[in-house]
Every structure is written in structure tokens, then in C-alpha cells.
């Protein structure tokens, strides 16, 4: 049995910051119910590349999932929304905050009608504060969380991060907030709104910027993929790609120039701890540039990995060298699963390994209401003619 089983999931988002999050949870074994509008469905439908006409981006994100349509900005929707809240542990939404309240579906409320419920809210600057009403994309709470301004090379402009992290960490946010209000309500038997903000998810990402600043003064700056406590520590262009390498200690130090043949740079004075190697951070990188330059990708793993210098490094992978990764493969991170059109599809395994109660995958995103008889008719107990009315209607 896996660790969410008994647990519903009802889902309102839309595109990435909280499919992502209902994608945990339904990865741990929660049943979630994905809602979409009638007309269209989720924008994530049609925001990425497709394969064949088939969303794949849309069918791997939305994986686990039971779909239903409803149309919650007419008053019918909302009154259907409330008959399925009986029947879930959790609602899940990332509207603008304070959309729900608008429509007579503020979570607190929510909450006082029905015990045990929990309301999770995802948004880009939350439910509460003077920006909480703000729309946000990813590049914006990368922006307002401060993120962009330490991202980058110097005297280059402010960097998002790569991927859609502002939303990606949200998602995480949401689905560790919900995970917390479901351990609490097994002691209370309480339900309680939790709220997320993607500014407040990408603030605490600042490496105790925050704390550092407040304490010194000191403002972090642009280092590219530098280090700013730490040197040798960057990406390094070898003859058929690039690699990393990080040396933290003076330990590890000692290893790498004894494997590139220059064991007396562990002696000199400019490299002898970590303040100094920062300190002639150019003159140590060039060295270390030379060096992997003259190399291909596998010589220099070959000299410094685990079983030679065991410094750490790894080659920059791209994505199809990572889905015939065979550290990947053995820790069940490259799913694939069928699809009748494509044939199959391939989706990231589960992240977090629970070894007595496993996540699993076991089916891709749904079609556009494919599960809306399953839960109008079983769940509600709604009658055929009632379903084919409000289908007509344009509600569900």
C-alpha cells in the first residue's frame, strides 16, 4: 500500500505550479482529481512541444490522475464543486490569490463548513499582503523573489534560472505544506488552509543571502557558476563537452592538483585554504581550464572520479544522455508508460524512496473528462439524465 492511499485528492489547478504538487502527491498514492474547464481544459494542454498532436508534456506532468470537467466560474460549478468537498481530504488551487474568496469559496470558510478539509492554495504572492492579488508567471516570482539578482554571470543581465523553477519549488511548497496539514489532522481530526506564495517559495532559495546581508551589509553578487565561498568551483570545457568541478575543502584541493600533475600548488601560499583559492579565483580556474581543455569528458572523469581522485564532478549531461543514465535507470527514475498513439510515453519516476510504503507510476495524465462519469455518477450519485444535462449546459 502506498503512503497517501485513502487519501483524496480534489485539484484545481491549472498549468505547472500545481499540477506539479498534486503530481506528488498522487505519485505517494493519493487519488486526485483533476478538474478542467470544459472548453479547452488545462492551458498545459497547449503550452509545450506536442508529439504527434498528443500534449505529452501535459499527459507526463498530470500523470496518476483521474479527470473530470467543471466549470467553477458558473454558479452550477461552484454548487457542484461543494458537493464533491464531502467526499476529499484535500482541495487543491493556484488562481490568483483570492480568487476562491470572490466566488464564496474562501479556504478558511471552506474550512468551518467542512472539518477535516484542507485547502491548499498556491499562488504567486499569496492570499494575504498588499501583492497577494498580483497575477505571477515563473519569471515573475524569480524576479520578486530575488532569485534573478543573484543569477548570472557579472556585468550580465539578472538570469531565470533554468526550467520553470519558480513554479517547480512551489509546487514542492504546496505538496510539503499539504503533507504537514494531513500529519496534523491525524492528531486534531482538523483540516486548515494552507497558502503559498512562489515569491515567499523563491525568497528562501537565496543561500542565506538574507541573513548575510542583514548581518554585514554585504550584497551577493553575479558569479556564473562560480562558488562565492569556495575556488575551484565552476564549468569547465573539455574537448567534446563540458564539466564541473567542486572543490570545497583543502583536502579535496590537494587531490585534484596531485591528479592533474601539480602537486605543489597544494603548497602555495595563494591556494593554501579556501579564502586564498577565492581570493585568486582567476589564476586557479585558468590552471584548472588548462588542464580539462587538453582532455575529453571521459579522460577527465577517468582522473577524477570515484576511483581515482574521487574529487567531485560529473559531466554536463544533457536530456537523452540522462534517460539512458544507468545510475538513473537503477533507481527507477525513467519511467515509460503506453500511450495509444505514441506508443509510450516516458515520465520521471518518484523522487522520494519510502521503503515500506513506495510511490508508483502507473498511468499517464487524463483525457479531457475521461473519468466524468466515474465521479458524477459513483461518487455523487448523480442520475445519467442529470450528467447529460449539465454536460448540454456547458457546466461539466
Known sequence: ????????????????????????LADLGAEVIKVEAPRGGDEGRYGYPTADGVPVAFLALNRNKKGITLDVRQDEGRRLLRQLLPHVDVLVENFAGGTLASWGL????LCREHRRLIVASLSGFGQTGPWSSRPSYDIVAQAA??????????DAPPTRGGGSLGDFVAGLYGAIGI???????????TGQAVDVSS????????????????????????VG??????????????????VVIAVATNRIFRRLVTAIGRPELADNPNFRGAASRLQHGDEINDLVGQWVAARSVAEVMETLGPAAANVPCSPVYGVSDLLTHPHLLARNMVVRLPHPKVGELTVPGVVAKLSATPGSIHRLGPDLGEHNQEIYEGLLGLERPQVDALRTAGVI
Open 1 to 24: 500500500m502506498s503512503a497517501l492511499a485513502g487519501v483524496r485528492v480534489l485539484d484545481l489547478t491549472r498549468f505547472l505550479a500545481g499540477p506539479f504538487c498534486t503530481a506528488i
Open 106 to 109: 474562501g479556504p478558511e470558510g
Open 145 to 154: 523573489g530575488g532569485f534573478m539578482s543573484i543569477t548570472g554571470f557579472p
Open 179 to 189: 503533507l504537514a496539514a494531513l500529519a496534523a489532522r491525524s492528531r486534531t481530526g
Open 199 to 222: 515569491q515567499d517559495a523563491m525568497f528562501s532559495l537565496l543561500d542565506n543571502w538574507p541573513a548575510i546581508h542583514a548581518a554585514t551589509g554585504r550584497e551577493p553578487a553575479r
Open 225 to 242: 557558476n562560480r562558488h562565492l565561498a569556495t575556488a575551484p568551483y565552476d564549468a569547465y570545457r573539455a574537448r567534446d563537452g563540458w
